[in-house]
Structures are given as structure tokens and as C-alpha cells.
């Protein structure tokens, strides 16, 4: 399973990006899709996920804010993130489950100005 993400750049606080995960490979079922993110200095922290069924989890910091979703069609998840502040600033990483086992995009770069 080979992960895609794109999305990041620079942003005012404020503003807003959405970020992109595309999956691709053999055949395969995925289970969970998700967003992870480290800033300098800081462990890896999961902000949101969405089961295949469309359950969300959100992290107290992302709730109000960002916005998961998926399209299963194309193996792809996507977060929506408004309202961005400089403390999301981090390098966002997206997560695939296939069964149980986890994929890791490359991650993809969030700068928040103040």
C-alpha cells in the first residue's frame, strides 16, 4: 500500500487548508484512515480518524475545527482544517489500516503564522 498526501503549505492564523491522503497498491480492504501530526520536539499525536463506516474521533485540541471525511471509492481521506492556529503547526501524517496493520504516508507540512 503506497500513500499519497499533498496539501500542506503556509497559512495566517485563521485561514484554512485541507489536506489529502490517496492510497494505492494491490487489492486490499482499508479499515481506518487517519491524520497524525508532530510538532517540533513533540511526540506524534493522533488528531482525527474515520472508520469505513464513517465513526469519527477528533482530538479535544482539532474538535470545532477540523472536519474528516473519506471517500472509499477512491481510497482517499481528506481533513478540512479551519480556524487554524500556530500551536497546529506540525508535519501531518496520514494512516491507513489494512486489517490491523497501519500505513504511513510521508507527511506533509502545516505552517501557521501568527
Known amino acids: 500500500v503506497q500513500l499519497q498526501a499533498s496539501g500542506g503549505g503556509l497559512v495566517q492564523a485563521g485561514g484554512s487548508l485541507r489536506l489529502s491522503c490517496a492510497a494505492s497498491g494491490s487489492k486490499f480492504t482499508i479499515n481506518t484512515m487517519g491524520w497524525y501530526r508532530q510538532a517540533p520536539e513533540k511526540q506524534r499525536e493522533l488528531v482525527a480518524d474515520i472508520t469505513t463506516a464513517g465513526s469519527t474521533y477528533y482530538a479535544t485540541s482539532v474538535k470545532g475545527r477540523f472536519t474528516i471525511s473519506r471517500d472509499n471509492a477512491r481510497n482517499t481521506v481528506y481533513q478540512q482544517m479551519n480556524s487554524l492556529k500556530p500551536e497546529d503547526t506540525a508535519i501531518y501524517y496520514c494512516?491507513?489500516?489494512?486489517?490491523?496493520?497501519?500505513?504511513w504516508g510521508q507527511g506533509t507540512l502545516v505552517t501557521v503564522s501568527s
Open positions: 494512516i491507513v489500516r489494512v486489517t490491523t496493520t497501519p500505513y
